[in-house]
């Protein structure tokens, strides 16, 4: 009897087909369908020395899967993926799997799961960060939903994953659409981070004079530091590659519009269904869409021109950077935490921080040597509602405030853009406060719509009358 194969992978681009390689080098017997013959081909010659195939034809892809199958899915998130799983359905049996490994949103997960679970399928969604390289070599997995599927996914998804310490980079988040929540959520970190490093550019090239050189270098001394991470990394790195058409800095030939897929927008958008605050990732994603007006910008620069040169002691500065950056990178997490946090609550998600932090530390866009303190934290105190509350974190915060303020004041009166940095120290300030200035809003709404309020001194909401001459 001819032996089937393990796992099946439904769409071989970069990054199903990657993930079919790492299984193979990890010893399972895997193979891919896709429409395309040219994926096909490229993972034959691929994995030839695995002997990897796959399939054109979905009903020969199913039959050489064995019993429970277990179908990973890599498509585009939208309707192609409820396109792919109506096709699936009616070739499959109770107790099948189907396991959605791309950007879906999560209720759309939320949705599909209940479906398939109708019909006896076992279903579950997946974030996988870490790119093409990741998928290849060992991504950060965060798998939410059906436990069972799970269950007979563990041993896969432990072996190709990162690994931090021996420990994969990889755990069971929890039920529902949970694995997708938190790789949204990962993902509008990344946004933050991005538009933090592009804003530590900015000030350094426009407002300090550095050259792509020097940027470079104080890129490079950073990331040997505290602020070491995949981001920093890779952005140290651009400042040294060459335009082969001009010979140029590449960096200084890209359009300032920049684009993105969505992810970071969603993160935004159930922040505000949970009314829950995450205002620097709300930046970067905002600061993304006013890129676009470069039209707009270009004239307005014209009519509001200003030097944006600070006379300050540009070492000093750079020091003073380094901490910002840091302060305002310990921020973006635990803006995204915390929104982990209330999600948990509002949708029984029975999250584990620290497990996340953990699986977060390796293989994903986000890694950092930060995660660790993260981890710590969490590890610590697992009900821990806020990462500002962390008592070490309250030391490398208080730490590094004055050069957060110092960096934040210099800029705004040089008048550089800086929303992320500028964001990040407006919520740590609202946070800190302890009486603010919201009893007057729920005046206002009181007086012109009889909303009513709360007092200090006694329970129950209350209506004043607020213009006697027109009562």
Same mark, same amino acid.
């Not at 979905?58 to 277990?70: G, K, M, N, T």
């Not at 590659?241 to 992810?263: C, H, Q, R, Y």
């Not at 935004?268 to 949970?274: G, H, K, W």
């Given at each position: 009897m001819e032996s089937k194969y393990t796992l099946g992978m439904i769409g071989l681009g970069t990054m199903g087909r990657n993930l079919l390689l790492n299984m193979a080098d990890n010893g399972f017997a895997v193979t891919? =369908?896709? +429409?395309?013959? *040219?994926? $096909?081909? &490229?993972? +034959? @010659?691929?994995?030839?020395?695995? *002997?990897?195939?796959?399939?054109?034809?979905?009903?020969?892809? $199913?039959?050489?899967?064995?019993?429970?199958?277990?179908?990973m899915l890599l498509v585009p998130a939208g309707p192609i993926v409820d396109s792919v799983i109506k096709e699936?359905?009616?070739?499959?049996? &109770?107790?099948?799997? $189907?396991?959605?490994?791309? *950007?879906?949103h999560f209720t759309d997960t939320s949705r599909r799961a209940i479906e398939l679970s109708d019909i006896g399928i076992h279903f579950f969604g997946m974030g996988i960060s870490g790119g093409e390289e990741g998928a290849r070599f060992g991504p950060s997995i965060m798998p939410g939903g059906d436990k069972t599927a799970y269950s007979n996914m563990k041993e896969i998804l432990e072996a190709v994953s990162a690994k931090v310490n021996g420990d994969p980079c990889v755990a069971y988040i929890g039920p529902g659409a949970s694995g997708h929540f938190v790789k949204m959520v990962h993902n509008g970190i990344e946004y933050s981070m991005m538009q933090l490093l592009a804003e530590s550019y900015d000030i350094m090239k426009n407002a300090l004079d550095y050259s792509n050189e020097e940027i470079y270098s104080v890129f490079e001394k950073w990331n040997n530091g505290r602020l070491q991470s995949f981001l920093l990394e890779v952005t140290r790195d651009? #400042?040294?590659? +060459?335009?082969?058409?001009?010979? *140029?800095?590449?960096?200084?030939?890209?359009?300032? %519009? !920049? &684009?993105? &897929?969505?992810?970071?927008?969603?993160?935004?958008?159930?922040?505000?269904?949970? @009314?829950?605050?995450?205002p620097t990732i709300n930046e970067a994603v905002s600061t993304r869409d006013l890129s676009k007006y470069k039209s707009l910008r270009v004239a307005l620069s014209k009519v509001y021109a200003q030097d944006n040169t600070l006379? %300050?002691? +540009? %070492?000093? #500065? $750079?020091?003073?950077?380094?901490? !910002?950056? =840091? #302060?305002?990178?310990?921020?973006? =997490? !635990?803006?995204?935490?915390?929104?982990?946090?209330?999600?948990?609550?509002?949708?029984? =998600?029975?999250?584990q921080l620290h497990e996340i932090a953990q699986i977060w530390r390796g293989g994903c866009i986000i890694r950092a040597e930060f995660l660790e303190d993260i981890y710590q934290a969490y590890k610590k105190q697992p009900d821990l509602e806020h990462l500002y509350a962390d008592a070490g974190v309250q030391e490398k915060m208080k730490e590094i405030l004055p050069g957060m303020r110092s960096v934040v004041t210099h800029a705004l009166q040089s008048g550089l853009a800086i929303p992320a940095f500028a964001s990040a120290l407006t919520y740590f300030d609202s946070l800190r406060t302890e009486r603010m200035p919201s009893n007057l809003i729920q005046a206002q709404r009181d007086f012109f719509g009889a909303h009513r309020f709360e007092r200090t001194d006694a329970e129950g909401t209350f209506h004043a009358i607020w213009n006697p001459i027109n009562a």
């Open positions: 891919g =369908y896709d +429409k395309d013959p *040219n994926m $096909i081909e &490229k993972l +034959k @010659q691929d994995g030839s020395k695995h *002997n990897l195939t796959a399939y054109s034809s979905l009903e020969d892809f $199913i039959a050489s899967l064995e019993l429970p199958r277990r179908i699936l359905e009616p070739l499959l049996e &109770k107790g099948d799997m $189907i396991i959605d490994s791309g *950007n879906s651009i #400042f040294k590659v +060459k335009d082969d058409k001009t010979n *140029n800095f590449l960096l200084d030939m890209i359009k300032d %519009e !920049a &684009k993105s &897929k969505g992810t970071g927008k969603w993160t935004s958008q159930v922040s505000m269904d949970l @009314q829950l605050p995450i006379a %300050e002691n +540009k %070492e000093q #500065f $750079i020091i003073e950077l380094e901490q !910002a950056l =840091y #302060f305002s990178v310990i921020t973006s =997490y !635990a803006q995204g935490l915390h929104l982990l946090w209330q999600a948990s609550i509002s949708y029984k =998600y029975e999250l």
